[in-house]
């Protein structure tokens, strides 16, 4: 089978290897489609992010696709079920597991991370981790269900009740969907703050009430002027010091700030205390996925979240490199790398 092999920092190789066998609670998965995250581009730029990465491994933790082949204790699947993948595995022993903080765990296992992943042809998946795409839910929208349960887990933490004014910082892939989900869970305004106008364009078609540049544009002001006069939730996915000093100025009285997006692991801001006192701000941060990824497939496949409209584009395994390398190209959108595709 073709896979892009991850060989260590900017060394990205496409081989033939021969196709896993999947063992006994294992199934062997024909990949469709991978998207390529944000995750993947830290670990080839050699940073540290989510998860921990020992080379030679095929990257690739958002992918869907068909079932092949399955091992002699697989219950639930059968060959031909079309799936997606929640690539983390935890171990259900350890005393992160035992509490129920399982994405805490002390030996998870990364489908794409720590293990072997979807920018492959095929990929052996454990049965636990293993969900089926629902009638109306594409491969391309199936992996787009790990990012968006990774935003779930953290509209959950916000505590966003219906009524809520929200901002959200940043109009990338997971922008956009924090936008769709602030507004799922019963926000009566969101704004988006997004510097590129095609992405602004995006937010208003995807349920922004309003859309500010924020380089250009007096933000306080445009949101008075939307009515927006205390915000009760700032959503930051932008992953800049910036922008996270930003939220803190912005959220309003008991506001809470989600600092979602993932900045460099030295990355410093500044705060002044003070602010958090005379407000009462609450400050959190998510982490992964826990738990979280029948609801995504849930809401993809119900069609009131619109997963697709931010995919620009499927390409070949060849290309993947390309994206990975060039800022340029991946500021266009999310891409989908369907590994069996031929130039
Ligand atoms: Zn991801
Ligand atoms: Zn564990």
Redesign the pocket.
């Given at each position: 089978m073709k896979s892009a092999v991850f060989y260590g920092r900017h060394d990205l190789r496409v081989e033939d290897t021969s196709a896993p066998k999947p063992g006994p609670k294992e199934v062997l998965i024909q990949v469709k489609a991978c998207g390529i995250c944000g995750t993947d581009i830290h670990i080839y730029e050699g940073d540290k992010g989510a998860a921990e990465v020992t080379p030679p491994t095929i990257l690739g933790h958002e992918f869907s696709g068909i079932i092949t082949e399955i091992g002699c204790d697989v219950q639930n699947f059968e060959v031909g079920d079309r799936v997606c993948i929640d690539p983390n595995h935890?171990?259900?022993?350890?005393?992160?597991?035992?509490s129920g903080e399982?994405h805490?765990?002390?030996?998870?296992v990364g489908y794409g991370t720590t293990v072997n992943g979807g920018f492959a042809e095929y990929c052996v998946v454990e049965q636990s981790q293993v969900y089926h795409l629902g009638d109306h839910t594409s491969f391309e929208q199936g992996a787009m269900a790990e990012p968006v349960a990774c935003c779930l887990h953290g509209i959950d933490m916000c505590g966003i009740e219906p009524g809520y004014q929200v901002v959200v910082i940043g109009g990338g892939m997971i922008g956009l969907l924090m936008l769709q989900l602030a507004k799922l869970a019963g926000a009566a305004k969101v704004a988006l703050l997004e510097p590129v106008e095609k992405k602004r364009e995006m937010g208003m078609k995807l349920g922004a009430d309003v859309c500010i540049d924020p380089l250009n544009e007096n933000v306080k002001e445009r949101l008075a002027d939307a009515g927006m006069t205390w915000v009760r939730t700032v959503i930051e996915c932008a992953g800049l010091p910036s922008t996270m000093e930003q939220a803190v100025e912005l959220v309003g009285k008991k506001g809470t700030v989600m600092l979602f997006g993932l900045t460099k692991p030295d990355a410093e801001i500044s705060i002044k205390p003070f602010q958090i006192f005379q407000k009462e701000l609450t400050l959190k941060a998510s982490f992964i996925n826990p738990c979280t990824q029948q609801r995504a497939l849930q809401l993809i496949d119900s069609g009131r979240l619109d997963v697709e409209s931010m995919v620009c584009k499927t390409i070949g395994l060849e290309d993947l490199e390309e994206v990975l390398r060039n800022p340029k190209v991946r500021a266009e959108g999310k891409y989908i790398v369907n590994p069996g595709m031929i130039k």
């Open positions: 935890y171990c259900g022993e350890c005393d992160f597991c035992r399982v805490f765990c002390e030996r998870m």
